[in-house]
Every structure is written in structure tokens, then in C-alpha cells.
């Protein structure tokens, strides 16, 4: 009677039934299924994968960049040819221009070059995709076969069910969907990559000063909004007591400032004048850490007065803070002053926040003040510079001599912080002494070994 219950139960085993003594019955149980291939569902586990790891966001996104920057630098080579064959400067600068426009055609070649090798390898992976997605959907339907109790087929009901119910209720609730994507206060639109070197010259003083900062005034007087600014630690790498002033990229790269220096003290270093590299300019004022005080000042050109703001208890200053990688660290670098769309900011740390970096707004104003203050959780120690755009801290690493990597976000209107931006800058020197961005171009502007280097910031 026993062997009649159990066979209703196991209708895909065969039992049969051998007598072998008066007290003992053995059975031989025989599966008439085939056995499930593990192996094989391991295997498409293991392409599918490689399939995602091999098609990721960024391989789209490098794309697109590629394609941006070719779409901006096309009008700005045209418009620089424009202007070469308009002018009529005795050749002064004919020889320099030819040159720039040799660059930006040399630029854009290796840009298109890029674009095609890049084009092609997407695609043979999109070929190689395509087969393994084919493959993987072959295998995936003779695997249904071994789901007797039909449990794929109704997960895929279920699933199909529930997208017919979100439907019906995303049509009793309907939007107007943007058509644009939202891209938070930035007018540019969002962060996406670094091309360049736009520019690449040592200045009028090539190899001297090894740390310094230079770019542009996103505030300018009027009449002056094509000059820029470049400051040297002139003092042991470490002081400046000066800036000097070009009154166009031209006269930078070959050396020719009119206006000269702009001086703040005649002794250097002294009271208030300038300690470490990381300075920036705006509103016809220089924004920089004061010698051997834990706090910012800032030199009016047109009045040479100095006005000082006071850093919370506890900054980090004299080399106590400094940016570091692994082989050095930039000595007197513990404040970093930067400039974005909205103005002047202090990038710092303190021993409150146990050498993380802190970021406040300076507020313009007769007295300087410190507005709002951000804290986050990146080690300064273990990072190279900093910059702001759109109000989004940026921060870099040294990778090696030939690249920077911004790995780094902090975004002030949402506090989300990223540790995967997984931007590249490719270095001309190993390293970058100060970093600024300038919201008049969308540049950035670094200083590496007493050259002066430029890169374009791209949005989209």
C-alpha cells in the first residue's frame, strides 16, 4: 500500500521494487528527467557579465564628449582665421598668431583622429555585443525548458501585469514630461569632461619660478574683460608681494605686460602679502592667503588697500594642510581660493574636521565676510587641488607625472557628494601647482612647474 501513495508524487522517477529477503525492500529510484546544466547557466552568468562591463555610461560619454569639443572647436578656429586675416599689426603678432592657429588645427586633428578610433572600436563591440546578446537569448530559451512547473512563465505575467497597471495609472495621473533635462543652477549645463591643452606657454620667464597661479577676472572692469593675471612665488617658492598684468592672452605668451606689477607691499614677505600659490582674482581684486595668518585677504588694484577675513579656530595654516600625493606635498597650500558664476570661495581644512576639506563662500562687501559653510568628507592630504564651477567643488589626485584625475564632487546646492568622476587631465609637467576655473570661458587655468597651461571645461 506504501508504493501506491508515493507514486501519485513522484511521477517523473521510475521505482522498482526488488525483494531481497522476508524483512528487508529496496527500491532503485531512476530520474527520467535530464539533469539541470549548471555549468551552462554559470557560463551565461559569466558572459552577461562581461557584457556589462564591457558596455558602460562612460563609453557613451566619452563619445559625446568627443564629439562636444570637436562642435566648439571648429567656430573658434574659424573665428581665430577671421581675425588673422583682418589684422593689420605690422606683423608683430602675425608670426604668433599663425602659430596658435597651427596648435588649434594640430588640436583638432588629434581630437577627429580620436573620434574615428574611438567610433570604430564602438563599433566592433556593438557587433561582438550583438552576437553574445543573440547567443545568451538561444541558450536563455532552451533553459525554459527545464521550468516544468512553469515558474518563468508566470513571473513574466506578473511582470506584465504590473507594467499594464502602472500604465493605467500614470494615464489617470498624466505629466507634462520636461524636454530637456534639468541641470540644477548651472547655466552651462552639467559637468562632463577636460579637452586640452588649449594653451601651453612658459611666459616671459620661463623655468623661474617654479609655483604660481595665473587666469582670468570673471568680474572685470569694462575695457578689461580680455586681460589676465599671473602671480609668482617670487620668495623661496613660497611669497609673492606682486601681480602682474597682460592685457591679452597674446601679450601673456610672449611676454609683454604693459601694465606691469601691481604691488601690495614693497618688502617680500611682509605683512599681508601673498603666502602660497592657490590665488584668484575677481572684481578687480586679488583674493589669496595672508602671510603667516590663518586667514584671507584681499588687495583692491585700483585703491591698493588690503581687507583681511578671519578663517574659523582651527584652519589648518604655515604648511600644516598642505595638497599631497604620495611622492610630495605643495608646501603653503592649506587655503585654496577659488571662483566660479557666483563669486569667491575658501577651500580649507581645520583640525575640527580632523584635515577633511571645508568650503566656504566669501561674501564680497567694504568687509569681507564668511557665508555659508560646507564640510565634507574627502582627506586633503590625499588630494592635489581643488576648483569650483556652478557651484560643484572639484577634486583632483595625482595619478602620475603625465595625468591628473578629478575624482571628486561636492555639490553645495544638494550636498551630494561623488568619489567616481573618473575625469582625466592630461598633464604637460607632473605636477599642478594651482588650479582655477574661469566662468568667463568655461578654461582652467593651471600653473605646473612655472608653465602656464589651459583647458577647456566641458558642459552639456
Keep these: 500500500m506504501m508504493l501506491y501513495v508515493i507514486v501519485p508524487w513522484c511521477a517523473l522517477f521510475t521505482f522498482t521494487q526488488q525483494a531481497t529477503s522476508a524483512e528487508k525492500c529496496v527500491c532503485e529510484l531512476t530520474n527520467s528527467e535530464e539533469a539541470f546544466p549548471h555549468d551552462t547557466l554559470s557560463t551565461m552568468e559569466d558572459n552577461a557579465s562581461k557584457c556589462n562591463s564591457e558596455i558602460t555610461s562612460q563609453k557613451t560619454l566619452e563619445l559625446e564628449s568627443l564629439l562636444l569639443g570637436l562642435e566648439r572647436r571648429l567656430p573658434q578656429l574659424q573665428d581665430d582665421v577671421s581675425v588673422l586675416e583682418k589684422e593689420d599689426d605690422g606683423g608683430l603678432y602675425g608670426v604668433l598668431s599663425l602659430q596658435v592657429i597651427e596648435n588649434e588645427i594640430m588640436d583638432i586633428k588629434q581630437l577627429i583622429d580620436k573620434l574615428n578610433s574611438t567610433t570604430l572600436g564602438h563599433q566592433l563591440l ?3 555585443t550583438t552576437k553574445q546578446l543573440e547567443n545568451l537569448k538561444a541558450e536563455m530559451q532552451e533553459l525554459e525548458k527545464y521550468d ?14 504590473k507594467r499594464e497597471l502602472n500604465q493605467c495609472r500614470n494615464g489617470l495621473h498624466s505629466t507634462i514630461q520636461p524636454t530637456q533635462p534639468q541641470h540644477g543652477n548651472c547655466p552651462h549645463g552639467q559637468f562632463l569632461n577636460i579637452t586640452g591643452p588649449r594653451v601651453y606657454t612658459a611666459g616671459e620667464y620661463p623655468g623661474s619660478y617654479k609655483y604660481g597661479a595665473w587666469g582670468r577676472d570673471p568680474k572685470p572692469e569694462a575695457g578689461k574683460e580680455s586681460w589676465y593675471w599671473l602671480v609668482m612665488m617670487t620668495s623661496s617658492n613660497r611669497y609673492s608681494h606682486y601681480v602682474r598684468l597682460y592685457s591679452s592672452l597674446s601679450s601673456l605668451i610672449v611676454g609683454v605686460s604693459i601694465p606691469g606689477n601691481v604691488l601690495i607691499h614693497s618688502s617680500n614677505p611682509t605683512t599681508n602679502t601673498i603666502q602660497g600659490p592657490n590665488v584668484v582674482m575677481y572684481g578687480e581684486a586679488l583674493y589669496y592667503n595672508c602671510y603667516n595668518q590663518d586667514a ?3 588687495f583692491n588694484l585700483s585703491t591698493k588697500t588690503v ?6 579656530k582651527g584652519t589648518r595654516f604655515n604648511s600644516k594642510g598642505n595638497f599631497c600625493h604620495l611622492d610630495e606635498c605643495y608646501p603653503y597650500t592649506d587655503l585654496d581660493l577659488a571662483t566660479d558664476e557666483s563669486g569667491v570661495w575658501v577651500i580649507y581644512t581645520t583640525s575640527q574636521d580632523f584635515g577633511n576639506l571645508v568650503l566656504s563662500k566669501v561674501e564680497e562687501g567694504e568687509q569681507l565676510m564668511l557665508g555659508q559653510t560646507w564640510h565634507t568628507s574627502v582627506y586633503k592630504l590625499g588630494v592635489t587641488n581643488t576648483f569650483i564651477a556652478c557651484g560643484v567643488l572639484y577634486v583632483t589626485r595625482f595619478v602620475n607625472k603625465d ?8 555639490d553645495t546646492v544638494t550636498g551630494e557628494e561623488k568619489f567616481n568622476i573618473g575625469v582625466f587631465i592630461s598633464k604637460m609637467a607632473p605636477n599642478i601647482y594651482a588650479l582655477n576655473y574661469s566662468p568667463v570661458d568655461q ?3 593651471a600653473y605646473c612647474d612655472s608653465y602656464m597651461v589651459s583647458y577647456k571645461v566641458l558642459f552639456g
Aim: aromatic share 8%.
Design 307 to 312: 581687507t583681511t577675513l578671519q578663517l574659523p
Design 296 to 298: 584671507v585677504c584681499r
Design 443 to 445: 578654461m582652467l587655468h
Design 126 to 128: 556593438t557587433i561582438e
Design 403 to 410: 595625468v591628473e584625475e578629478i575624482f571628486y564632487s561636492f
Design 148 to 161: 516544468t512547473m512553469q515558474v518563468v512563465k508566470r513571473q513574466q505575467a506578473n511582470q506584465r501585469l
